[in-house]
């Protein structure tokens, strides 16, 4: 397998459906029990990623997630004021986990009593995305538990929504494989695990990586300071700057030229992207944490924290939202934003992010 690490060519490949997506299970599991990886659309094409993707979408429309901006701008105000009001805080357990997990959850459709059970499933499954061949037996064994654990858990849920149906994903998919035209069991289950842990373990990360990186650039958090209007393009350069995914994997469907490579049928890459999104041939001062960078009017290309093509992030515009709300509010109601300890970051290589950052918050 060969790496893609420039910003062009690793556009190139995400974007052309000539690059397959569903051998990523192959080449990081080839061991594994397929039935135990909870990947649903994101490892298939067309037309099965189509069909799924136009099911799960309806859940993402731009009406309902901007229906979704006062309940997140009532969780973002009142989690920071109470990591205000505590002091000294561990931030990703205070900040960066309730905010993406409550709404995903509430999205989904599933209630306050098992959202801690979300919250300790999720870390299995975010680590075990990455190349068994870099996990313990104990970790591919908790990922594998964890996800026999929520397809049980999503068929019981389901089968109470089709009896009591409320607005949530549960109940619209519930619906739809009751017609059994367009969507299996399995697939209706694993549409749910994906919406449940990449709706909230990417957005984690994203969350800490974002303010680790006004940690230790503080006058970018004072221009939001003086122009909340920059909290928006904030949410693009974080995801630049200190990307929540940093690899994926495709496969050419026949001969392939990227930039100066030939690519034979069948071969594939993986896609760096934290390095494509810090490219020096696409990227000013890449290096440089600027919050302004895409709010400045000059050119500047498209990061890749949300990919491209047709596996483009089906929830980018819900956490723009949550990431954006969270930066304004963060900067107009902490005054001070100081370091209580050392960062501590996951071992994780494809969703990437911390495990431990102690902030101290005035």
Not at 37 to 51: E, G
Not at 54 to 63: D, E, G, R, Y
Not at 146 to 172: G, H, N, Q, W
Not at 251 to 279: I, K, P, Q, W, Y
Request: aromatic share 6%.
């Amino acid at each position: 397998m060969e790496f893609i690490t420039r910003h062009a060519e690793a556009s190139q490949v995400l974007s052309e459906t000539l690059w397959s997506h569903r051998d990523e299970a192959s080449l990081f599991h080839p061991d594994a029990d397929r039935s135990k990886l909870p990947t649903s659309f994101l490892w298939m094409d067309p037309p099965d990623h189509t069909r799924l993707r136009s099911l799960v979408s309806k859940a993402f429309t731009p009406k309902r997630v901007l229906d979704l901006e006062p309940r997140i701008t009532q969780l973002v105000t009142g989690i920071l004021d109470v990591a205000r009001s505590s002091g000294e805080i561990e931030a990703i357990e205070a900040i960066a986990y309730p905010l993406p997990l409550i709404v995903v959850c509430e999205l989904i459709g599933v209630p306050e009593e098992d959202w801690a059970m979300v919250h300790r499933i999720g870390p299995h499954l975010a680590r075990g995305f990455d190349p068994d061949r870099v996990l313990s037996p104990a970790e591919r064994q908790a990922r594998d538990d964890a996800t026999m654990e929520l397809i049980a858990y999503f068929r019981d849920l389901i089968a109470k929504r089709r009896t009591d149906p409320c607005d949530d994903v549960a109940s619209a998919l519930g619906a739809v494989h009751e017609r059994g035209d367009t969507l299996s069991e399995y697939e209706m289950l694993t549409v749910c695990i994906t919406l449940l842990i990449a709706g909230h373990e990417t957005t984690v990360n994203m969350v800490g990586n974002g303010l680790l990186a006004f940690l230790r650039h503080p006058g970018q958090l004072d221009l939001i300071r003086e122009r909340p209007e920059l909290a928006g393009p904030a949410v693009d350069e974080v995801l630049r700057y200190d990307s929540a995914v940093h690899m994926t994997t495709r496969t050419a469907r026949r001969d392939l030229v990227v930039g100066d490579r030939t690519f034979a049928a069948g071969s594939s890459v993986c896609v760096l992207v934290g390095s494509a999104n810090r490219d020096p041939r696409a990227f000013e001062n890449p290096d440089t944490f600027d919050v302004t960078r895409y709010a400045s009017g000059r050119p500047t290309p498209r990061h890749l924290g949300f990919a491209l093509g047709i596996h483009y992030c089906m929830g980018a515009a819900l956490a723009r939202i949550e990431g954006e709300i969270l930066w304004r509010e963060l900067a107009r109601r902490v005054r001070v934003l100081e370091p209580a300890g050392d960062p501590v970051y996951r071992p994780n290589l494809l969703i990437r992010g911390l495990k431990s950052l102690p902030l101290r918050l005035v």
